[in-house]
């Protein structure tokens, strides 16, 4: 029997707000524990909340972004339940009216353009951390992330695979980095996602049952935790057993999700409007103000770049993936620099470069319009494309002028053809058989005399001259 995955995943992002989502509280990491909170977040009677009309924007701004319908009137919910990092015992999150319904945004798998539904985006606040690991046998919490202010971006059960997963979870990381409502770091947990995962038949329109896989915190781990869980499942039933509803946590170390607890529903949370915040009616006028506020998304700038600088998808495709990169790139084709040259040089060199140090483009010591002007010494034949190479590694470590880079090196290309020509003759008398086999048809060999001539030279001869010199030459 073929078996088809069904998988929606549900997103959570840290909003970067400079404080929490209904009190004054800083959201900065690593801070000391429970040096972040007060009366307000970890639930002191007789307190109230103030909602951060900063996160309400966030998640505006999000959902046009991801084409939502953003409501009208909206409203908090208590989400009930107990557990360690808890303070007040119940999470305010959204319930029966979120923020923002029925969007979708578009990913490209393998060459084809799937739509991924979202159900909607709610506002909610983070819980504490409980710490286990290194404390003497004892748990701890740290409660500076309690109140912390997230969206959550719950997809429709669209996606189909693995791949399909993490491709739709870069997507949304890009989208919410371009519109500077989340920073994306998985690492430290302002990005997650747990997967919803089910099985079914081939052709059968109705859903398996389905398991919640939680603690998923990289792009590898979703693809990861997603096929072990699709295969983990297929066997389940083959072997006539059947799948329970439940949650389970991906084990990276093991490679495998492991049960957690039975997967509840929305009834066992007990959800009812909060009574300390007041409905959210949204003024049309504020949301058309942040709609004309937003910036350039990656589908517009990828199109974009596709169509007025003539690049290949590919090219598109990796250089909108970062706003920051993005905008690098067009800097550089401002200042002079060709853009398929530019684009060649960015996801190359630079790219590789940046990786080794695991750095971002905002740390790079050399400026767009560096690039521009090295590109224009190959452009006017003053260095070779080679010497280029040794150009850019100096640029990148000194961050100085490719032009200074070059006078101080002496890298200027020689375009002399006399200057050639003496080089060419003398390895041609000291290479004799090699000259006899090329005249006799061995056309491989031209590598080996451009190679010669390039070392007596130290790779500033002219490549052009230096081809068209040998041909004659040994003709």
């Known amino acids: 029997m073929r078996w088809e995955a069904v998988i929606g995943l549900e997103v959570h992002a840290q909003m970067l707000t400079e404080t929490k989502i209904f009190c004054g509280c800083s959201t900065r990491f690593g801070a000391e524990p429970n040096t972040q909170t007060c009366q307000v977040c970890i639930g002191m009677p007789g307190v109230l909340p103030v909602l951060n009309r900063k996160a309400l924007e966030f998640a505006i701004r999000t959902g046009i972004a991801t084409n939502c319908a953003i409501s009208g009137y909206s409203r908090f919910a208590r989400k009930n339940y107990f557990y360690p990092d808890l303070p007040k015992g119940y999470q305010i999150s959204q319930y029966e009216h979120p923020i923002c319904e029925h969007g979708h945004i578009e990913i490209v798998v393998d060459g084809e353009v799937r739509r991924i539904g979202i159900t909607r985006i709610h506002m909610e606040e983070d819980a504490g951390k409980n710490i286990h690991e290194g404390t003497g046998g004892y748990s701890y919490v740290d409660l500076n992330r309690t109140g912390v202010p997230l969206m959550e971006i719950v997809s429709e059960p669209d996606i189909r695979s693995p791949k399909e997963a993490a491709e739709y979870m870069r997507k949304l990381r890009s989208i919410v980095r371009y519109l500077g409502v989340c920073d994306g770091n998985l690492e430290q947990g302002s990005l997650r996602c747990d997967a919803n995962v089910s099985v079914r038949p081939f052709g059968q329109q109705e859903f398996g049952t389905r398991a919640e896989v939680k603690n998923i915190n990289s ?144 740390e790079c010591q050399i400026r767009p319009a560096q690039l521009a002007g090295m590109l224009q010494l190959v452009d006017k034949g003053t260095i070779s494309g080679k010497i280029a190479k040794t150009v850019f590694d100096e640029m990148y470590k000194t961050g100085k002028d490719a032009e200074t880079i070059v006078k101080e090196k002496g890298l200027i290309q020689i375009s002399d053809s006399s200057e050639i020509e003496k080089v060419i003759d003398d390895i041609i008398v000291k290479s004799p058989k090699e000259a006899e086999r090329f005249r006799a048809g061995d056309e491989k060999l031209l590598g080996f005399f451009v190679g010669q001539a390039m070392k007596a030279m130290k790779g500033k001869a002219n490549p052009q001259i230096l081809n068209e010199l040998l041909r004659k030459k040994l003709s």
């Open 219 to 362: 792009f590898r781990y979703v693809e990861k935790a997603i096929e072990y869980e699709i295969k983990r499942q297929i066997k389940v039933i083959e072997d006539g057993e059947k799948i329970v509803q439940e949650t389970r946590l991906w084990d990276a170390n093991k490679g495998i999700t492991e049960s957690m607890r039975s997967k509840e529903e929305a009834h066992d949370y007990r959800y009812f409007p909060d009574p300390d915040l007041v409905p959210i009616t949204v003024d049309r006028k504020w949301v058309d103000e942040i709609r004309a506020s937003l910036p350039e998304l990656p589908d517009a700038k990828r199109h974009r770049f596709v169509s007025n600088y003539g690049l290949p998808e590919y090219d598109a495709d990796l250089l909108t993936s970062e706003r920051s990169l993005a905008e690098w790139f067009e800097e550089a084709v401002r200042a002079g620099a060709q853009a398929k040259a530019a684009s060649n040089w960015i996801m190359g060199d630079l790219t590789k470069l940046l990786n080794e140090e695991n750095r971002s483009i905002n």
